[in-house]
């Protein structure tokens, strides 16, 4: 089973595959909106539940987000 939309091109020296054009893997999949919500739900939840929003962010998050989360843990 292919993890990646591969694609077969044309080349000078017989062309070869590559990942296709439109793929990001690694783009942020989370909106601005989306990550200002569990930036501001971080205050009401408990210490677990805190890590797994801060894994979150910083799995999905921009990396203002990531940092943003990071200063606030720092003055906790």
């Not at 989370?30 to 910083?58: C, F, G, N």
Request: hydrophobic share 35%.
């Amino acid at each position: 089973m292919c993890s990646y939309p591969i694609e077969t091109v044309r080349g000078r020296y017989g062309g070869g595959v590559k990942v296709a054009d439109w793929y990001h893997p690694h783009k942020n999949v989370l909106s601005q909106e989306q990550q200002t919500v569990l930036i501001q739900l971080l205050d009401k939840a408990d210490k677990p539940q805190q890590r797994v929003l801060r894994e979150m962010l910083a799995a999905f998050g921009s990396p203002v987000a990531r940092n943003q989360t990071a200063k606030e843990s720092m003055h906790q």
